[in-house]
Nanobody, 124 residues
Framework: QVQLAESGGGSVQAGGSLRLSCAAS????????MSWFRQAPGKEREWVAF???????PYANSVKGRFTISRDNAKNTLYLQMNSLKPEDTAMYYC??????????????????WGQGTQVTVSS
């Protein structure tokens, strides 16, 4: 049973926008805090953004001011609005959920649930 499912990736030119979605099961969504991660070929997985139990939304410095994380509790869906995209944003993007330490983004090991990923490709 798929518990997290990303969508919305694609290919865009630099400066363009995409909105990623992550549909979650109701149980996971209502009991978890969530993050977006990304991984480019040959690079380590990188944390991108987090939305905490108190609504705080920290971002990686590389995306601050360009990306916005949000969640729609009625739809059990997490979003990542990505504007002013750059070629270095090219990566597979993953949503992840955890049920512990939900006031801080924490390490990837804390996340129990992961989606299958959606590819974002930004051309110059």
């Amino acid at each position: 049973q798929v518990q997290l499912a990303e969508s919305g990736g694609g290919s865009v030119q630099a400066g363009g926008s995409l909105r990623l979605s992550c549909a979650a099961s109701a149980y996971i969504f209502s009991t978890s805090c969530m993050s977006w991660f990304r991984q480019a070929p040959g690079k380590e997985r990188e944390w991108v953004a987090f939305i905490g139990a108190d609504g705080t939304t920290p971002y990686a410095n590389s995306v601050k001011g360009r990306f916005t994380i949000s969640r729609d509790n009625a739809k059990n869906t997490l979003y990542l609005q990505m504007n002013s995209l750059k070629p270095e944003d090219t990566a597979m993007y993953y949503c992840a959920a955890k049920r512990i330490y939900c006031y801080t983004r924490g390490s990837p090991d804390e996340y129990s649930y992961w989606g299958q990923g959606t590819q974002v490709t930004v051309s110059s």
